[in-house]
């Protein structure tokens, strides 16, 4: 089993730039593949970014492109999201998940573990 644990948000005007952090525990954890999902106000929960289990696979949601970076640590039990360029539209609770497999990694469905959320709110 995973533990995800997610940091890192606040408050921030647009045009600026946060890190989440979601810290993992268990032994295993560099064996999953792990997603960053969001829930904006009102609406679903959405697919933002992954990356493999390795590192050297990532995919972005067309709406974060070039302005996001995912990143992982395996050392660390840690993956990254680098968020520059925020917009109001990003305003969302944000999830880490995890999971083995590698197939419809883009769809919430495909996530086995995840965590509490973490705020990110933008000012316009």
């Known amino acids: 089993q995973v533990q995800l644990v997610e940091s890192g948000g606040g408050l921030v005007q647009a045009g600026g730039s946060l890190r989440l952090s979601c810290a993992a525990s268990?032994?295993?954890?560099?064996?999953?593949?792990i997603a960053w999902f969001r829930k904006p106000p009102g609406k679903e929960r959405e697919f933002v970014a992954r990356i493999s289990w390795s590192g050297g696979s990532t995919s972005y949601a067309d709406s974060v492109k070039d302005r996001f970076i995912i990143s992982r640590d395996n050392a660390e039990n840690t993956v990254y999201l680098q968020m520059n360029s925020l917009k109001f539209e990003d305003t969302a609770v944000y999830y880490c998940?995890?999971?083995?497999?590698?197939?419809?990694?883009?769809?919430?469905?495909?996530?086995?573990?995840w965590g509490q959320g973490t705020q990110v709110t933008v000012s316009s």
């Open positions: 268990g032994r295993t954890f560099s064996s999953y593949n």
């Open positions: 998940a995890a999971t083995l497999r590698t197939y419809y990694v883009t769809n919430r469905d495909a996530y086995d573990y």
